[in-house]
């Protein structure tokens, strides 16, 4: 049994991430089980000094908090300029500064939909450098990079419909856990 925490980085109600997300568990291995992380859209922007002098806000902490407790984490975000989305990354900065930092030894797996045509990929290879910098373990290959996302999900109901990119997702998720037992003890 392993506990996936998943994050989007996508804030918006009709997130092709967000959909990616909820099309996880009907491709999963059994015994995976996802948990949505809470809500880091209202942190403030990381500042040293108000750290210093309020420490951590509660959101942070609840945020950190979920991440310790998961066997892993799935991050699933849309690239932004070519890079990896403002809220994520002070997400990532705010966790980064504790002392029990919570990616460390973290098994953590990526995944990306944009409607362009790499699909994200150059934010994956920034989160992984960035996450590699707080001591996650990535897990590498296969790789979920969703192109041309309008045309993979339902325009209305936002439900995975591509074959392709399914079979794609079960790939790496029987991977993953595979990964969670091998370098989390699991
Ligand atoms: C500020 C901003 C920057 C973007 N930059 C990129 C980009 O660099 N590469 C890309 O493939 N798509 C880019 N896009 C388009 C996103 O791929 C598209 O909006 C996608 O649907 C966002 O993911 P979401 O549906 O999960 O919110 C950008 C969108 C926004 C709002």
Redesign the pocket.
């Known amino acids: 049994m392993s506990n996936v925490l998943t994050i989007?980085?996508?804030l918006?109600k009709?997130?092709?991430?967000?959909a990616l997300v909820r099309a996880l568990p009907a491709l999963a291995p059994e015994g995976m089980i996802f948990i949505a992380a809470p809500p880091y859209g209202t942190m403030p922007h990381y500042n040293h000094d108000d750290q210093d002098a309020t420490g951590f806000p509660a959101s942070v902490t609840a945020f950190a908090d979920a991440i310790r407790a998961a066997d892993g984490v799935i991050i699933a975000s849309?690239?932004?300029?070519?890079?990896i989305p403002g809220a994520l990354k002070n997400a990532i900065d705010w966790v980064s500064r504790m002392k029990d930092q919570p990616f460390r030894d973290k098994p953590v797996a990526l995944q990306s939909?944009?409607?362009?045509l790499?699909?994200?990929s150059?934010?994956q290879y920034h989160l992984r450098q960035c996450l590699i910098s707080v001591d996650a373990l990535l897990f590498g290959r296969p790789e979920v990079i969703v192109t041309f996302?309008p045309q993979k999900f339902e325009e209305k109901t936002l439900e995975l419909k591509d074959q392709t990119t399914k079979d794609m997702i079960k790939l790496q998720l029987d991977g993953f856990g595979k990964f969670i037992k091998k370098v989390g003890g699991k």
Do not use: D, I, Q
């Open positions: 989007c980085g996508s918006r009709t997130s092709y991430n967000a849309p690239e932004y300029n070519w890079t939909a944009s409607g362009a790499l699909g994200g150059r934010m996302a």
